[in-house]
C-alpha cells in the first residue's frame, strides 16, 4: 500500500494511528516531534502525511508551509486530525492544496475513508449511459445557473440561496 508518515503531540495516540495504519496494510512512519516530519520526510518519501494541528513545537499549518516549500512534497496529501473544529483549519489553510481533516477522536472507517480519498483510491463513478448522448448528436447547452439578486428566499423557492445552518 502507501507509506504513511505520522506526527501527533500525544506519542501514544501516535503509536496507535501507527498501528491502525499497519493493520490495513500502509507503511506507517512515525515522528518523535514536529521537527523531525521534515527529514524522515526526506528519508522515506511518504504518499501521504497525518499531522496534528496543534502542536507544541510547531503548528501543524506550519509543518505543511515546510513541506510544501520542498520541491518534493509540494502536491503530497496531508490530513490533519484534529480536536480542532473544521473551519478554523480550513481558514487557515484556504490556499492549501491536498489537504484533508478528521475529527479527533478519530473514527477508523472515517479515517479510512479519508486516506483512500487523499491516496486517490476513490474515483469518481462513470456517468450512466442515458446521460451521454450517442455520437453525432447535438449537444444540449448547459442551463445558466439562476443569477443572484440580493434578494432573501423568505419562502424557500429559490435554488441560488446557501443554507448555513
Known amino acids: 500500500m502507501a507509506k504513511i ?38 528519508q522515506h518519501r511518504p504518499s501521504l502525511f ?12 506550519e509543518i505543511l508551509k515546510r513541506l510544501r516549500a520542498t520541491a518534493a512534497f509540494v502536491a503530497t496529501p496531508v490530513i490533519f486530525a484534529s480536536a480542532t473544529p473544521k473551519f478554523e483549519i480550513e481558514m487557515t489553510v484556504m490556499d492549501a492544496a491536498g489537504f484533508g481533516y478528521v475529527e479527533k477522536p478519530l473514527n477508523g472507517a472515517q479515517l479510512k475513508e479519508a486516506i483512500a480519498a487523499m491516496l486517490g483510491a476513490q474515483r469518481p463513478a462513470a456517468a450512466p449511459a442515458a446521460a451521454v448522448p450517442p455520437p453525432g448528436a447535438p449537444l444540449r447547452e448547459p442551463s445558466a445557473p439562476a443569477a443572484f439578486t440580493g434578494e432573501p428566499d423568505l419562502d424557500g423557492s429559490r435554488d441560488d440561496v446557501i443554507e448555513l445552518d
Open 50 to 61: 497525518i499531522l496534528d494541528y496543534k502542536l507544541p513545537e510547531a503548528a501543524g499549518f
Open 5 to 42: 508518515l505520522v506526527y501527533d503531540a500525544d506519542a501514544r495516540f501516535g503509536e496507535s494511528l501507527k498501528n491502525f495504519l499497519a493493520s490495513l496494510g500502509h507503511e506507517p512512519i512515525l515522528a518523535s516531534d514536529g521537527y523531525s516530519v521534515l527529514p524522515l520526510a526526506e
